[in-house]
């Protein structure tokens, strides 16, 4: 409808129809609006995709901690004492500060061109590697819980039980490489997966919440843990009576991915990258991982469509726990093989939620993440050696979570564009006040 008649002296009666000018022309009474060109619509997608966003937030992170590198820097506060007199040496300091700390992140983590040799320059990038490779293991067993709309924070009492399932089957085997090192990895990770387990099954008989059973299992698998490595003849290393286990039988650790020159990093890294391709496969692209997705989206429908939800429950957390228990053997099989305590986890249990979230629940997603924390975790002891408090490191990884958390908090702070539902979300509320006012 054009909103017009024609009328008598209408210039276009009579014309075939392939001659009259299109409805939304000017002709008609309408103005055509051309759409947008193809390099807008390019940008616009791009500032609102998720990548960028992610790209943004460990920016703005590094900003603020640059911020508090100079805040906590001695010659800063010194040189700030006498600001208004000499404003040039506060900036020289702030400065000499923020480039210093983050030129040891980068020299820690990725390349160190002070080293004597080749091999001394390239260390930290396989250091970065060999502490990322639990991350990403066990990030990739929340990530995977997450697809599925479970919040898996278990994944520290799921190491835990892998551990002493490896300690408990594995250890006080004499068997040769071949078998011993496959073996222990395997306790591991069935170790991991039972205990997951119980968190699905609890889950889908008893509809409790897997948070809850999640936290307690923690608690439940450290204190059991503790008792094991105290207790002479389990898990306690023979003739002490320190809280410490034995140490892994040499054949049943991972050997060196390029040698004694890179110590940190192991063939643990090449299973990481296996489960992630793995995970990867299973997810995206089977029919167990598309029903897995399909819960997650909305567990009514899934039900609805045949699939059986409390089922997939089950695989989830069988799945997120043996990834966990492939963290923990990361550990034990690779960078602590001197005899494990209750601590084994090494907080990685819980920065597995922060990679998982940082990678947007994505398998490559995850594995990138974890690789990026892993070289935050590696170049802080270069930091620490400039005097950086390593919890600037910390708090470095809590802002790019945070950031990342909250898209419309960057949005506005870079001046991007809202999505599409952001801005129905504020047509609605535009919508609703005048309602209310009217």
Known sequence: MTGTTPGPDDVTKGLPPEQLPPVNSPLAGEPQIPPPPRTNVFFKDLLRG?????????????????????????????????????????????????????????????????????????????????????????????????????????????????????GLFAFNLD?????????????????????????????????????????????????????????PGLLQKPGTNQPISSATPETAQF?????????LLDWGFVMVIIATIAVWWIVEFSSLGMRLRAVGENPHAARAAGINVKRIYVYAMLFAGGLAGLAAMSQIQGSVTSGFSGSIDAGIGFDAITVALLGRSRAWGTFAAGILFGALKSGSFSMQAQGIPVDIVLVVQALIVLFIAAPPLLRAVFFLPKTDVEKAAKARAKAAKKAVVA
Do not use: C
């Open 175 to 231: 068997l040769p490489f071949f078998l011993h090192m496959p073996l222990t990895m395997l306790a591991g990770i069935i170790g991991g997966a039972l205990w997951g387990g119980i968190v699905g099954v609890l889950k889908a008989r008893t509809g409790a919440h897997e948070v809850i059973l999640t936290i307690m299992l923690n608690y439940v698998a450290y204190y059991l843990l503790l008792w094991m490595i105290r207790t």
């Open 255 to 263: 050997p060196e991915l390029f040698g004694a020159a890179f110590p």
């Open 50 to 166: 998720s990548a960028f966003t992610t790209i943004l937030a460990i920016v703005l992170a590094m900003i603020v901690g640059g911020i508090l590198i100079a805040f906590t820097d001695e010659d800063v506060q010194e040189a700030a004492g006498y600001f208004f007199s000499r404003p040039g040496d506060t900036f020289s300091a702030i400065w000499q500060a923020v480039y210093g700390g983050y030129e040891a992140l980068f020299r820690g983590a990725v390349f160190n061109p002070r080293g004597a040799d080749f091999a001394a320059q390239i260390r930290p990038l396989t250091s970065s590697l060999g502490f990322a490779a639990p991350l990403i293991a066990a990030g990739l067993g929340v990530a995977l819980a997450f697809r599925v709309g479970l919040f898996n924070i278990g994944a520290r009492g799921q190491m835990l039980v892998g551990v002493m399932f490896a």
